[in-house]
C-alpha cells in the first residue's frame, strides 16, 4: 500500500483507539507506520537493489521488531524519556503490524520470514493504491474536524475525545470493505478454476484485484502448455467464455531456456513471484532469455515491477544477467 494510506491509517489509529496519547506519542506511532517503506528509496539504485530490498527486511517479522525498536526510542527522544515503556510499546507495535498486514493482504507481496525464507506471501485482495481506503481514512479524519467546527459555534460540548468516533467508524467500514474484497477474491478464483482453456485443465489460477472496481479482477491461468489472462467479472449474473481470452505458449523446454533457469538471478526471481513466463530470442551472439511475471501483465502495472534477463553465447554459457525494469521489456 501507498506511503500515504500507511500515514493517514496511522494517524485514525492514533485518534480512534489511543486518543489521549500525547503529540510526540502520535508522532512515533507515524514514524512506525511509515519506517518500513523506507525501503522504497532503493529503487534509486536500481532494480537489483529495489528487488533485493522492497518488502524483504523492512516487511518481515524480524523488521518488525527493528522497527518498533527505532520508533520507541525516537518517540522516547522526543518525550524527553518522560513516557513508560508499558504505555509506548503497544500503540508502536500495532501501526507497525497494521502497516505488514495491510502490505500482506495486496498482490505483490511480503517477505514476511526473511531471512530464513526468500518467498513472499500474498493474499491478492488489495491493489497497490487504493482509493476506496484513501477515501474512507480522509472522510473518517476530516469529517469529524468539520463536524467540530459547527458544535463549537453552537457551543455543544463533546462527550467524547476528538475524533474517536469518526476514526473507529473508518476503520469497521475498511474491515467490511477489506472483507468483501476477500470474499469477491474467493469467488473469482472458484470461478476460472473447474474451466478448461484452449481444450486444457487449468494446474493454477490468480485472480488480482483492479485499483477501482472491486467487481472486476484480473486472472491469470496456467495450463500445461500456456498461460492466459482474463478479466473476471465477480458480480452475480455474469459469467466470462474461457476460450475468449488471451493465452500464450510457455516456450519449450531448450538448452537456452534451461541454462537461463539456472542462472542465480533467475532463481532468486523465480523464488519471488507469481506466474512466471520466460521468452527465449534468438540473438546476433546467442540468446537473450526474459522472464517475467504474468500477474504484472495481467494488472497492466509496469511502475517499479522488475524482470529477470539473462544473455547467453552460442555454447548456452551465460554472459550477463541483471535485474531490469519491467518498463524496458516486452513479452514476446
Same mark, same amino acid.
Given at each position: 500500500m501507498d506511503i500515504a494510506s500507511h500515514a493517514l491509517t496511522s494517524f485514525a489509529l492514533a485518534r480512534g483507539f489511543f486518543p489521549r496519547r500525547r503529540w510526540p506519542v502520535v508522532l512515533g506511532m507515524l514514524f512506525a507506520g511509515t519506517l518500513a517503506d523506507v525501503d522504497l528509496l532503493s529503487a534509486l539504485f536500481g532494480p537489483a537493489a529495489y528487488f533485493a530490498a522492497r518488502r524483504t527486511f523492512t516487511h518481515s517479522i524480524l523488521g518488525l521488531l527493528v522497527v518498533v525498536v527505532l520508533a520507541t526510542f525516537f518517540t522516547r527522544y522526543l518525550t524527553k524519556n518522560q513516557i513508560e515503556l508499558s504505555a509506548l510499546l503497544p500503540p508502536l507495535a500495532i501501526v507497525a503490524a497494521v502497516h505488514l498486514l495491510l502490505d500482506l493482504f495486496q498482490s505483490e507481496g511480503v517477505a514476511l520470514l526473511w531471512p530464513i525464507r526468500p518467498a513472499r506471501f500474498a493474499m491478492d485482495w488489495l491493489p497497490s493504491i487504493d482509493p476506496w481506503i484513501l477515501a474512507i481514512l480522509i472522510a473518517g479524519i476530516l469529517l469529524p474536524e468539520l463536524l467540530h467546527l459547527v458544535t463549537s459555534e453552537i457551543g455543544a460540548k463533546q462527550k467524547s475525545p476528538r475524533g474517536r468516533n469518526g476514526a473507529i467508524a473508518a476503520f469497521?467500514?475498511?474491515a467490511i %470493505?477489506?472483507?468483501? /474484497?476477500?470474499?469477491?477474491h474467493s469467488s473469482s478464483v472458484a470461478s476460472i478454476e473447474p474451466h478448461s482453456y484452449r481444450g486444457e485443465s487449468a494446474r493454477r489460477v490468480g485472480a488480482f484485484p483492479d485499483a477501482l472496481s472491486v467487481l472486476t479482477w484480473h486472472g491469470v491461468v496456467e495450463t500445461q502448455s500456456l498461460l492466459c489472462q482474463l478479466d473476471v467479472p465477480a458480480s452475480p449474473g455474469k459469467n466470462f467464455d474461457p476460450e475468449n481470452v488471451d493465452c500464450l505458449y510457455k516456450p519449450q523446454s531448450s538448452p537456452a531456456l534451461d541454462a537461463a533457469q539456472k542462472a542465480g538471478t533467475?532463481?532468486? %526471481?523465480?523464488?519471488?513471484v507469481p506466474f512466471p513466463r520466460a521468452s527465449v530470442v534468438k540473438t546476433q551472439d546467442g540468446y537473450e532469455v526474459v522472464i517475467r511475471?504474468? /500477474?504484472d501483465i495481467a494488472e497492466g502495472e509496469t511502475r517499479r515491477r522488475v524482470a529477470a534477463k539473462i544473455l547467453l553465447d552460442s555454447k548456452f554459457r551465460i554472459s550477463i544477467e541483471a535485474l531490469i525494469w519491467t518498463g524496458e521489456v516486452r513479452l514476446r
Open positions: 469497521a467500514l475498511i %470493505y477489506v472483507g468483501a /474484497r476477500a470474499l469477491l533467475a532463481q532468486k %526471481y523465480l523464488q519471488a511475471s504474468m /500477474r
